[in-house]
């Protein structure tokens, strides 16, 4: 078992020695650390870190925060580490998966998450039964019948399907449903 540190700050006039202090007091034996934006779903260091961790290592965080942007975003995440057997550790809210108590925590704040994703599915269902009923239809508008036939020509003509894609100006997932 490893503990491994992750430090981010999101501006560079932010500085992680703070972090990296903490991180290296709890035990951490090597520490990631980026300066990205906690919105940004890009985040290489975090990816590498997510890439060299084996299972039963310990992610250590200062702060819950530096990890994920959002408790759907930061969940999304814990539940990647449960995948892969990476238990999480935050330094500032003493949350630690290792325990039964902080499994207890993030069991609570997955039933929410859950909650909250099933109540925002019911409301897009209601949403679209209000549409129908008024006679609209939903969705994505299907593609104007020339181009479906544009797509059929040039696939029978043997162009590949991301050429008839670029060529026609529309995404390789449209030209796949038309055909």
Known sequence: MAILGYARVSTAHQSPDM?????????AE???TEQASGGRDDRPELA?????????DVLAVWRLDRLGRSLPHLLSVVEDLDAAGVELRSLTEAIDTTTAGGRLVFHVFAAVAQFERALAAERSAAGVAVARA???N?????LPPATVDAIRTLDRTGTPRAGIARALGISRSSVYRSL
């Open 30 to 32: 090597r520490i990631w």
């Open 48 to 56: 590498a870190l997510l890439a060299y961790a084996r299972t039963g």
């Open 138 to 142: 939903p969705g994505r508008p299907a």
């Open 19 to 27: 972090q990296i202090e903490a991180l290296k007091k709890a035990g």
């Open 134 to 136: 008024a006679g609209r």
